[in-house]
């Protein structure tokens, strides 16, 4: 099993920048990759960001390129999502994920995060 912890939502105004932390624990030994997903109200859940944890690759949704850094420190079992220039349709519960796998318009997920809030304000 593998425990996933986010941390370092909150309520910003428009422009401004968080940066969201994901502590992993238990059985990370089989964490090949990392990711971020967002739902908001009345919306599905959707994918964000996604990094190797080894290195190697990065990819981000078009909605938040430019704006937000995926990065990780293997040493801590940490993701981290760095969101600059932040917008009010970034309103969101943001999630963690561990082994995100695309599949066509579908992805499959090994372990979530609990979740953290980002409400960002015009």
């Known amino acids: 099993q593998v425990q996933l912890v986010e941390s370092g939502g909150g309520l910003v105004q428009s422009g401004a920048s968080l940066r969201l932390s994901c502590a992993a624990s238990g059985r990370t030994d089989g964490i090949y990759a990392g990711g971020w997903f967002r739902q908001a109200p009345g919306k599905e859940r959707e994918f964000v960001a996604i990094?190797?944890?080894?290195?190697?690759?990065?990819y981000y949704a078009d909605s938040v390129k430019g704006r937000f850094t995926i990065s990780r420190d293997n040493a801590k079992n940490t993701v981290y999502l760095q969101m600059n220039s932040l917008k009010p349709e970034d309103t969101a519960v943001y999630y963690c994920?561990?082994?995100?796998?695309?599949?066509?318009?579908?992805?499959?997920?090994?372990?979530w995060g609990q979740g953290t809030q980002v409400t960002v304000s015009s």
């Open positions: 990094i190797r944890w080894s290195g190697g690759w990065i």
């Open positions: 994920a561990a082994n995100p796998a695309n599949s066509g318009s579908t992805w499959s997920v090994d372990y």
